[in-house]
């Protein structure tokens, strides 16, 4: 039994209040739908960022000179490395967050011939993946270091001074 049953008002809408709940519902929907889009635009920003370095990569490598004359040549995918594997030293830095991966990379780079700088954490650990970096005037030892170790994303030091490589030509960064 009810003490208050609604009745309608005379002569206008049964109930106004269910009007304005269905256009509140409405504005509510539009709202989550550009939250959701906004929000992931946002989160796909740093894999652009991530393309943005390996095309910097590329545009970095000199285009070989060609005669005018001459039948177009298929273009080199790199220069070839001036140092032998064992004179190049490499840091490795864990930007993973797993213990001990560093070092099992660093056994890994060790076995390929390559000489350990040092091996320690990166100022991150969340990396999504690993890279490779280079010093200034050693693309070619940074490119096959990464052909070699199968890491995709290669480029010149960004984020780090070439003093604090303590003397290494490259790093290899482990990510996710």
């Known amino acids: 039994m009810v003490d208050f049953p609604l009745t309608r008002p005379p002569g206008g809408e ?3 209040w269910r009007t304005a709940a269905l256009a509140a519902s409405a504005i509510a929907a539009v709202e989550l739908v ?3 889009l906004v929000g992931g635009t946002l989160i796909a920003k740093p894999d652009a960022k991530a393309g943005r370095t390996k095309a910097t990569a590329a545009a970095a490598q000199p285009a070989p000179a060609q005669k005018p004359s001459a039948k177009p040549k298929p273009a080199a995918t790199a220069a070839a490395a ?3 594997r064992r ?3 490499v ?3 864990n930007g993973n967050g797993r213990t001990g991966a560093a070092s099992a990379a660093a056994g890994r780079v060790k076995a390929r011939g390559y000489r350990i700088g040092s091996v320690g954490n990166a100022p991150s650990q969340d990396y999504p993946r690993s890279l490779v970096m280079y010093r200034k005037g050693f693309a070619p030892e940074g490119a096959r270091l990464a052909r ?3 890491v995709t994303v290669v480029g010149p030091l ?3 001074r070439p003093r604090q490589l303590k003397g290494a030509h490259a790093v290899l ?3 996710g």
């Open 34 to 36: 550009l939250l959701v």
């Open 91 to 93: 840091m490795v830095l």
């Open 14 to 16: 049964p109930f106004p």
């Open 148 to 150: 070699d170790l199968r």
């Open 173 to 175: 960064i482990l990510g």
């Open 87 to 89: 004179k190049v030293s």
């Open 158 to 160: 960004d984020g780090m």
């Open 82 to 84: 001036m140092l032998p």
